[in-house]
């Protein structure tokens, strides 16, 4: 079967390379791919929201799975179109994706379904929305309702923090329309952890948990980024706390939609926060986490396209469980000197294949192309390098050995990613 990955971050490099491992995949297609793609992959000059012409492709080349990496291209019904035109895709349609596309509508989503999650508001009205900030205490989270690229969400730690974010969407309009609606809720206190499940609709089958590190600078430091380092499994998620965030958070909200007329197929992400009154919901997201996946497949020992099948199939109720390692992954971002702010381009990448020194290391691809044989950085996350290992501590020397084979200039990475895990 041919396959096509669409998108171009670690995520997808780590897509590709766990349905590289398939038997039922044959060659794939990466639009538009990175320079970790090309080497297990052919990258195609497409870009990620043009649907049509990736249909068009899918068509031509008789692709037996799209694989849809990004938000951007679900929520703009890259799947009812694919779905129109007979295609099989993996990942959900566009009413379903409004679950990362309307932070509103998720939000009216677990409050009438009873899911755990902060109080919210959601304002159409700049006033109205002012107003309601000074009727509550702060700290508040001020969202755009729509996709704003990870930068419509604001934490007001006071009120004149709440006025200039409410400022930004209404009056300055940072988000175009996506700022137009407005989403006010409580702050939820806890450490942050994700939980992403394959779903048909119908069956929920849970992956093991994975932590992000928002922040750039160690410490959680620093402005928000896409995500510097993760990994899996979270030691703070207990086995009774994982059943608790299936029973509670995975299984009635894919329940609820269906209730609602909506058949969620694809991945479902709940970013959870771990409160002293249990799990909450902060946040879904309608595809697979970055850098989250980076540490979340080198673990997965099922063969993925064959459960993408069945979820595209809506025949995931046949799958068993997932077999996973009981190996830890650490995945370090590395990232270009000034992320998430100005960053230059262009420069060298060494010591890639050094760093891939055996089975238990993967260096992941994100902003890297191939460019005359050399690779080099084209973008804020360069690269994501993953090693497994039996514990965390183990997981995460190998992590940094590897780490420090890889040269380019300005190369920035966390030092902390994993050391709350290994001291837990
Ligand atoms: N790592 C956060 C995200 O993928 O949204």
Redesign the pocket.
């Known amino acids: 079967m041919k396959v096509l990955v669409v998108g171009s971050g670690g995520?997808e490099h780590a897509l590709t390379w766990k349905l590289s491992q398939s038997s039922l995949v044959g060659k794939i297609y990466c639009a538009p791919g990175n320079g970790g793609t090309a080497k297990i992959a052919e990258n195609l000059n497409i870009s990620v929201d043009d649907i049509e012409a990736l249909a068009n492709f899918a068509e031509e080349k008789d692709i037996g799975l799209t694989v849809v990496g990004p938000e951007a291209p679900l929520v703009i019904g890259i799947v009812n179109l694919f779905e129109k035109r007979g295609l099989k895709v993996f990942g959900p349609r566009k009413e379903a994706a409004q679950m990362e596309g309307s932070k509103s509508f998720a939000k009216s989503i677990m409050q009438k379904y009873g899911i755990p999650t902060g109080f919210a508001q959601t304002f159409t009205n700049y006033e109205e929305a002012l107003n309601y900030t000074d009727g509550h205490e702060v700290p508040l989270v001020i969202k755009a309702d729509g996709l704003a690229a990870?930068k419509g969400v604001f934490i007001a730690e006071n009120k004149g923090e709440a006025k200039k974010a409410l400022e930004d969407c209404f009056v300055n309009k940072r988000f175009g329309l996506a700022g137009g609606k407005v989403i006010i809720e409580e702050y939820l206190e806890g450490e942050e952890v994700?939980l992403l499940a394959f779903t048909d609709g119908k069956t929920v089958l849970p992956m093991v948990p994975a932590q992000?590190y928002?922040r750039i600078y160690d410490g959680d430091l620093g402005p928000n980024t896409?995500?510097m380092g993760?990994y899996s499994p979270v030691p703070a998620v207990t086995s009774n706390m994982y059943d608790e965030i299936v029973s509670k958070v995975l299984r009635p909200t894919i329940k609820g939609l269906a209730n609602e007329g909506i058949e969620y197929r694809g991945v479902l992400?709940a970013?959870i926060v771990l409160t002293k009154d249990g799990p909450k919901v902060l946040?879904f997201?309608c595809?697979?986490?970055?850098?989250?996946t980076q540490a979340i497949l080198p673990r997965l020992e099922s063969d993925l396209a064959e459960v993408m099948l069945n979820v595209a199939d809506g025949c995931l109720g046949q799958h068993g469980n997932l077999k996973w390692s009981s190996k830890n992954c650490v995945t370090v971002v590395l990232a270009s000197d000034g992320y998430p702010g100005k960053y230059k381009k262009g420069f060298e990448i060494k010591g890639i294949e050094d760093a891939n020194l055996n089975d238990d290391i993967v260096v992941f691809q994100a902003g890297a192309l191939l460019n005359g044989g050399k690779i080099v950085t084209a973008g804020g996350r360069v690269l994501s390098v993953s090693a497994l290992g039996n514990n965390f501590k183990d997981a995460r020397e190998r992590a940094y050995e590897a780490v420090e084979k890889i040269n380019f200039e300005g190369m920035y990475y966390r030092k902390d990613i994993a050391l709350r895990a290994v001291r837990n």
């Open positions: 995520r990870g994700s992000d928002k896409g995500g993760s992400y970013g946040e997201n595809r697979f986490g970055d850098p989250e």
